[in-house]
């Protein structure tokens, strides 16, 4: 996904070598200091953070626990892009958590429940999108995902330069492929 994602930073190299608790670590380095997320860079980390688990259901038929991070990682990450950064519309508004025991009671979190529920509602539509996003371009790119797969069954390790040559051979040409995050995620939301 970080590889065929405009708005990604890009990758340095992808393992499936177990490292603590991961399975195999994709690794990604910016380009420069980031201070700022804009909302499509994070869409696209969205996206990214799916990938596994629907790479899971394509070409395993099945779901393992392995994708239990990614999908923790991105709950957090749209919960925060709705209650933090005023990235949903809901608006600019900050949307607090109760904070300890005490603040258990839904009231002390400073909303009402019927907001608690359209808040749990955003993040739901956030976490969707990236999953439905990252369900197009696998689809789409199922030979590509195949090449890298079957490359790091062999050799474990992929670096950046294996990567991109990997991928120039396998990806389906850019006519049929979503140019941004924004476009997959318009056609994602269109009804079929």
């Known amino acids: 996904m970080a590889a065929l994602l405009p708005d990604a930073d890009p ?6 070598i177990p490292r603590g608790r991961a399975l195999g ?4 380095l910016p380009e420069a200091d980031r201070y700022t997320h804009s909302k499509p ?4 980390q969205l996206a990214i953070l799916m990938g596994g688990r629907i790479a899971e259901e394509l070409f395993l038929r099945q779901m393992t626990s392995g994708a239990s991070n990614d999908i923790e990682r991105a709950t957090e990450l749209a919960r925060k892009m709705v209650c933090e950064l005023g990235m949903s519309p809901l608006g600019p508004l900050h ?27 955003e993040i739901r539509v956030l976490v ?14 199922r030979a590509a995902v195949k090449a ?18 990997i991928l ?10 979503p140019q941004t995050v924004r476009e997959a ?8």
Do not use: C, N, W
């Not at 990758?11 to 499936?16: C, D, E, M, N």
């Not at 949307?95 to 749990?120: I, K, L, Y």
């Open 11 to 16: 990758l340095h190299k992808v393992t499936i």
């Open 25 to 28: 670590v994709t690794m990604q």
């Open 41 to 44: 860079f994070i869409e696209t």
């Open 95 to 121: 949307f607090r958590r109760p904070s300890g025991a005490f603040d258990s009671d839904p009231r002390a979190s400073g909303f009402s429940e019927e907001t608690a529920r359209r808040v749990d509602d």
């Open 128 to 141: 969707m999108r990236g999953y439905e996003t990252a369900r197009q371009i696998i689809e789409r790119q």
């Open 148 to 165: 890298l797969a079957e490359e790091l069954l062999e050799e474990e390790s992929v670096d950046a330069s294996r990567l991109k040559a």
């Open 168 to 177: 120039a051979g396998a990806v389906v040409p850019a006519t049929s492929f």
């Open 185 to 192: 995620l318009s056609e994602a939301a269109r009804p079929t």
